[in-house]
């Protein structure tokens, strides 16, 4: 990942080297002094050690924190050392938001794949997308309806091409009338 902040830019080491874990083996070479009550636990520089070390050669910034509403501890890797530990945890703390943020695009707005790379293509599916599901919400909160917005979303996908009227689509069937109230006859076959 790779952002700017008030001018500086911001880089992850895992770009350059990937890791599916964060390190067990490596050695401190620096620990710096942090304030505990910024929530950041701890501020290091370290070396890799082990059979991966030869895959980043270069010194790393370790930085833990502990997220004071959860109370869950974070490790940070990182190859900015110029920017406070409170600041690391913090972009990290954003970079989340962002992550939650398309993971709640991909399960409510249904976006599998963007249909291209450019900030206006992927923008503009975006804001296409959570249109309308507010157009959706909105004629959930009118009609009054008891379904959720993907039941709502199914049925038009369904019924998309049909010259229907919307509400009549979530009326419940029309009662079938009986035989014998319309004035016709009707056999009694328990009588047998």
Same mark, same amino acid.
């Given at each position: 990942?790779?952002?700017?902040?008030? *001018?500086?830019?911001?880089? +992850?080491?895992?770009?350059?080297?990937?890791?599916?874990?964060?390190?067990? $083996?490596?050695?401190?070479?620096?620990?710096?002094?942090? #304030?505990?009550?910024?929530?950041?636990?701890?501020?290091?520089?370290?070396?890799?050690?082990?059979?991966?070390?030869?895959?980043?050669?270069?010194?790393? !910034?370790?930085?833990?924190? #502990?997220?004071?509403?959860?109370?869950?501890?974070?490790?940070?890797?990182?190859?900015?050392? !110029?920017?406070?530990?409170? +600041?690391?945890?913090?972009?990290?703390?954003?970079?989340?938001?962002?992550?939650?943020?398309?993971?709640?695009?991909?399960?409510?707005?249904?976006?599998?794949?963007?249909?291209?790379?450019?900030?206006?293509?992927?923008?503009?599916?975006?804001?296409?997308?959570?249109? +309308?599901?507010?157009?959706?919400?909105?004629?959930?909160? #009118?009609?009054?309806? *008891?379904? $959720?917005? +993907?039941?709502?979303?199914?049925?038009?996908?369904?019924?998309?091409?049909?010259?229907?009227?919307?509400?009549?689509?979530?009326?419940?069937?029309?009662? #079938?009338?009986?035989?014998?109230?319309? *004035?016709?006859?009707?056999?009694?076959?328990?009588?047998?």
């Amino acid at each position: 990942m790779v952002g700017e902040v008030g *001018g500086i830019k911001i880089g +992850t080491i895992v770009k350059q080297f990937p890791f599916t874990r964060p390190p067990q $083996s490596y050695r401190v070479i620096e620990r710096r002094a942090v #304030r505990k009550e910024t929530g950041v636990t701890s501020d290091q520089t370290i070396m890799l050690d082990g059979p991966k070390s030869a895959d980043c050669p270069i010194p790393l !910034r370790r930085v833990g924190y #502990r997220d004071p509403q959860t109370g869950k501890h974070y490790v940070f890797l990182t190859n900015i050392f !110029r920017l406070c530990a409170k +600041t690391v945890a913090d972009i990290y703390k954003q970079r989340w938001q962002v992550e939650l943020f398309f993971k709640w695009i991909k399960q409510n707005l249904r976006i599998k794949s963007f249909l291209g790379t450019s900030k206006n293509t992927v923008l503009t599916q975006i804001w296409i997308a959570m249109i +309308t599901i507010l157009l959706l919400a909105y004629y959930k909160w #009118r009609a009054k309806l *008891g379904h $959720s917005i +993907t039941e709502i979303l199914k049925l038009l996908q369904l019924t998309l091409f049909e010259r229907r009227n919307l509400y009549e689509l979530f009326e419940p069937p029309p009662v #079938r009338q009986s035989m014998a109230t319309n *004035g016709q006859l009707s056999f009694n076959f328990s009588s047998f």
